[in-house]
């Protein structure tokens, strides 16, 4: 599908979170600190991943795909909003938004998908601890994220190639600070109908097939779990559980509250708070449940560490 239609806007300007002025300084610090540590968190975590084999398992091999999906996304709306807080008017160009908008919904429902194999992945280790290793084989691990990403691409295609029929005949202020699809809606001069039914049905899809398969996975865990003897099996596979399911109704709540209802005004400018919390909140927490109290991760840290000091004082004294 060719990019040219009848929309006779060439380029959109993002209107960002505020257009307060006292705010502008304090909310660039703040995203810029939160994309730092994004960045860092993300990208340090799939480098420990890489450099350590024993964390070369089906938990940090969906671990590993959870921060590169991440950071990638983090990284196609973060920039623009930034500039935002400096710029007088943040312009892209309609293909430049379409191309965000793509990639935005390509990288968000991937993420939905694979923190529902996360979940999957752990049902598999409680409750079936000694099938774990046929159940969750290299082939069907690569399968599982092969249909995440295949499921992120249909989406994305479906809400980017419903966009790209409508015209935009004058208006080209987007009230975000992304091209999303809600506030690209509000824009159009015609009608809606049709691409608010497919953001129903995909958004619906990718919530409601998710959330039911992390219900039944962790109902199958909490039954498991009661039956453990152990009063210290029963605390860290709690807590465990528990980190997952915050981090899941912290993306899956905000984003059910943007998409599930019908666009208007009001929606989008609230829709911006919940944004927030799956596009920059998430990314940044995620690195920190799943790795910072996992103590795997922070035994392979530590080698890494001692073994890169022990390398330069090698050096050091060759």
């Known amino acids: 599908m060719v990019l040219a239609n009848s929309s ?63 950071l990638c996304y983090s990284s196609v709306f973060t920039p623009k909003m930034l500039m935002n807080f400096v ?46 290793n046929v159940i969750m084989s290299n082939q069907v691990c690569s399968w599982l994220l092969g249909g995440a990403y295949i499921m992120g691409f249909a989406g994305a295609m479906a809400h980017t190639g419903f966009m790209l029929r409508l015209s935009f005949c004058d208006a080209n202020i987007i009230n975000h600070y992304i ?6 809606l509000q824009l159009s001069c015609t009608s809606t109908y049709i691409n608010e039914l497919v953001v129903f049905i995909v958004v619906g899809t990718n919530v409601t097939v998710p959330s039911i398969t992390i219900f039944v996975s962790y109902a199958l865990i909490l039954s498991s779990i009661l039956n453990i003897s152990s009063t210290e099996g029963r605390s860290k596979a709690f807590s465990t559980c528990s980190s997952h399911i915050i981090v899941i109704t912290l993306f899956f709540g ?25 596009t920059n909140v998430g990314p940044m927490l995620n690195p920190i449940i799943y790795s910072l109290r996992n103590k795997d991760v922070q035994v392979a840290l530590r080698r890494t560490l001692k073994r890169r000091i022990f390398l330069r004082t090698w050096v050091g004294f060759s």
């Open 87 to 132: 710029l007088m008017k943040n312009i892209i160009s309609y293909s430049g938004c379409m191309a965000q908008l793509y990639f935005f919904c390509f990288f968000v429902i991937s993420e939905c998908y694979v923190l529902t194999i996360m979940a999957y992945d752990r049902y598999v280790a409680i409750c079936n601890p000694l099938l774990y």
């Open 179 to 184: 091209c999303d699809v809600l506030p690209l």
């Open 8 to 70: 006779s806007v060439t380029e959109f300007i993002l209107a960002g979170l505020t257009d307060q002025p006292e705010l502008q300084l304090p909310l660039f610090l703040l995203f810029m600190g939160t994309y730092v540590i994004t960045i860092m968190g993300n990208m340090g975590l799939i480098i420990l991943i890489r450099m350590n084999s024993q964390l070369h398992t089906p938990m940090y091999y969906f671990l590993f795909n959870l921060s590169f999906i991440d």
């Open 254 to 278: 905000s984003a059910s509250f943007m998409y599930l209802k019908p666009s208007s005004p009001g929606s989008v400018d609230q829709g911006k708070v919940s944004t927030i919390f799956y």
